[in-house]
């Protein structure tokens, strides 16, 4: 190779090179670096190292005696933050995968007009339709209204700020991110191989187990990271539908950097948010690409 | 031991509605290889998933074995199908593609292992086991697609124009090997082709379809002898066919004339095989006529001699190829031709229809 052929290589890549630092790198190298710096007084930091924020992100000194406590609000922020966005990927596949099924198996003509209703939610402010299921489960919401009118209860229910609320949430607002890749992978699914399994015996539900669950898999998983992973950040919707009492990691983080002045535990905070990202797309990775080993018996 | 009686299927509503089976009647027997033969669109492909039970009968019933099979769903009906498209399970081994029948009936796992090694011994592919079936040729799919039908003993094996995504070469042997698979598990098949030398080769008899409609049910032999109208010996190999006039026995071609004893009074067509033209005028107890010769084809082991006849007629004569050269024809040439009576066939214009 010639170096004019080295220098065009570089030069082709360049753009590429400039984002990548600009908008990756750089970013999380910064907060990587105020992560373990001193808090300011009134917010921002000193330049003094510190690994304080890392540690508060785990455990919480006692102001009085210094003692060292397993900090359970965090903690129990973090694990609510896993737990829920377990859930919501959970529910999503259970109402995503039928939803997806529906589609697929509509005449060619008709799949674009179902779609196209999935995707409509998408089109609409977050913010805005937070608050519209908001406006349903409030206390004096549709769902208590029409209840009490109803009869059935006499008192309204409290469902707002709680981990039902926030489930409820992020359900509703992720769902379109797990029916369209699972639609892509039903669509792409050979049904004469369900015939071919209804054929050889088997009956409805071992070729849903056998057959197609395995072969549409990878639209599963794929909408499982792309539901995961917003909802382990998520900030709008446990913000509106959690209020203070069911936070989630992203409004901690918010927190630390507003009320709390302490930059470089939100930094700790975002970088554990990162690692724990990152972790659920190892995983995938490895689901994806060793499926060879896993279908034995 | 299958019945189909009266079976016919519809499709779409109102004005939409297409007849693809027009009420077939006809019966299997125990180990039999029968082939549905005919051009796309003539209904064999219904009838055989209608045996298979992927779709229900507009009317009429299926009994196997004494029972009325045609409300039965497919994983109930103890026949299996070898697909066109084979549609193995791609996720599946070879091995895992085999026992799927025996899992989806629950056998123990006793039960599956050796009968799956026993299946692919069978098909000779013990050695694949354990490759993925989609990393096989077409060939192996194929024997694996064979090896997934025949594993939980079906009382009847469907193929669904099983060889028509091989080469030529595979074909002729896969043709070979179906037919020994067939004697040696004594199984009855039920196959479909619309090729006529496939049906011809491996079949006990055949069922000549076209329009939805069965027209002619026979040995190979027979069909090609003695097809029962213009479409079906149209099909099965070459034909010539000449319209003639009959009275008393005798039919009548411009200035030939011979007895053909079973020729009802009137307009005829006759059909007569390539290979029976005799370009000769001596032959006894024939038709002769006069004809010129249009075209000669050279392929190797035969010369197809393109004739036409005074009143326009084009008939094909097939002559073999004798070591030295034999009698030479020239293009242009006038001769005279013999049509045997023995080879001479009185056929009916029409088709089985509606």
Redesign the interface.
């Known amino acids: 190779m010639t170096g004019a052929d080295t220098l065009r290589r570089w030069a082709l890549a360049l753009p590429a090179v400039v984002v990548i630092t600009l908008f990756s790198i750089l970013p999380l190298g910064v907060v990587l670096v105020y992560s373990f710096l001193t808090p300011g007084d009134f917010g921002n930091v000193k330049w003094i190292f510190s690994t304080d924020g890392w540690f508060s992100v785990l455990f919480e000194r006692n102001i009085f005696d210094d003692t060292i406590a397993i900090s359970d609000a965090n903690i129990g922020i973090l694990v609510r933050s896993i737990v829920l966005s377990l859930i919501t990927t959970l529910i999503t596949v259970i109402f995503g995968l039928p939803t997806a099924w529906f589609i697929a198996t509509r005449p060619v003509a008709q799949r674009n007009f179902w779609m196209f209703l999935i995707t409509i939610p998408f089109w609409t402010n977050l913010l805005v339709r937070t608050i519209a299921v908001q406006e349903m489960i409030r206390s004096d919401g549709v769902f208590n209204r029409i209840l009490l009118g109803l009869g059935i209860i006499h008192e309204p229910i409290q469902m707002m700020f709680s981990n039902f609320a926030v489930l409820l949430g992020m359900t509703y607002v992720f769902l379109p991110l797990m029916v369209l890749p699972v639609y892509a992978a039903i669509e792409k699914f ?1 049904f ?2 369900a ?9 409805r539900l ?1 070729t849903l187990r ?2 197609i669950l ?2 549409i898999r990878p639209g599963v998983i794929a909408g499982s990271i792309l539901v995961f992973v917003p909802s382990l950040g998520a900030y709008v919707t446990p913000r509106i539908m959690g209020g203070g009492k069911s936070m989630m990691l992203g409004n901690l983080i918010d927190l630390q950097f507003g009320q709390g002045r302490n930059w470089p535990l939100g930094a700790a905070l975002s970088i554990t948010l990162t690692v724990l990202v990152l972790l659920a797309l190892i995983w995938y990775t490895r689901l994806t690409s060793g ?2 080993e896993r ?1 034995h018996g | 031991m299958l019945d189909i009686r009266g079976l016919s299927k519809r499709f779409g509503y109102g004005k939409g509605e297409v007849t693809a089976l027009h009420e077939v009647s006809f019966s299997i027997a125990e180990g039999e290889f029968f082939t549905l033969l005919g051009p796309s669109g003539c209904g064999k492909t219904t009838l055989l998933r209608l045996i ?3 779709t229900g009968p507009s009317g009429g019933s299926l009994v196997l074995d004494g029972k009325d099979i045609a409300a039965m ?4 009906r103890p ?3 070898v ?1 066109q ?1 084979y ?7 070879v091995g ?1 593609n085999v026992a ?2 025996l ?3 629950g056998r123990p796992r006793s039960e599956i292992d050796p009968a799956v090694d026993k299946m692919l011994t069978l098909v000779q592919l013990l050695h694949l086991k354990n490759r ?1 079936s989609s990393e096989l040729s077409g060939g192996q799919q194929q024997r694996v697609a064979l090896a ?2 025949l594993v ?1 003993k079906p009382r009847i094996l469907l193929l669904d124009e099983p060889l028509s995504a091989l080469d030529m070469k595979l074909r002729k042997d896969m043709q070979i090997e179906l037919k020994r698979l067939q004697r040696e598990t004594g199984l009855t098949f039920i196959f479909v082709t619309h090729d006529q030398e496939e049906a011809l080769t491996m079949s006990d008899r055949i069922a000549v379809m076209s329009g939805g409609h069965v027209q002619q049910i026979a040995t190979p032999r027979e069909l090609y002898d003695r097809p029962a109208n213009r479409f079906v010996a149209g099909f099965i190999g070459e034909s010539n066919f000449l319209s003639a006039k009959a009275s008393a026995g005798v039919v009548e071609v411009g200035e030939g004339r011979v007895a053909l004893a079973d020729a009802p009074d009137g307009p005829v067509t006759l059909m007569i095989r390539p290979e029976h033209v005799v370009l000769s005028a001596n032959a006894p107890d024939a038709l002769e006529l006069q004809a010129t010769v249009a075209q000669l084809v050279f392929f190797g082991t035969d010369t197809h001699v393109h004739l036409v006849l005074a009143d326009g007629t084009r008939l094909v004569a097939r002559v073999q190829n004798a070591l030295h050269g034999g009698q030479s024809l020239n293009e242009g040439e006038r001769i005279t031709i013999s049509l045997p009576a023995k080879a001479l066939r009185v056929v009916r214009d029409e088709e089985v229809a509606a």
């Open positions: 050979d004469r191989l015939e071919a399994s209804y054929d050889l015996y088997a009956s071992f056998r057959v395995p072969l499926r060879k279908n | 298979a039970g992927f769903p497919p994983n109930q026949v299996n199908t697909f498209s549609a193995l399970f791609p996720h599946m081994t895992q799927f029948a899992e989806a009936q993925k997934r039908a939980a």
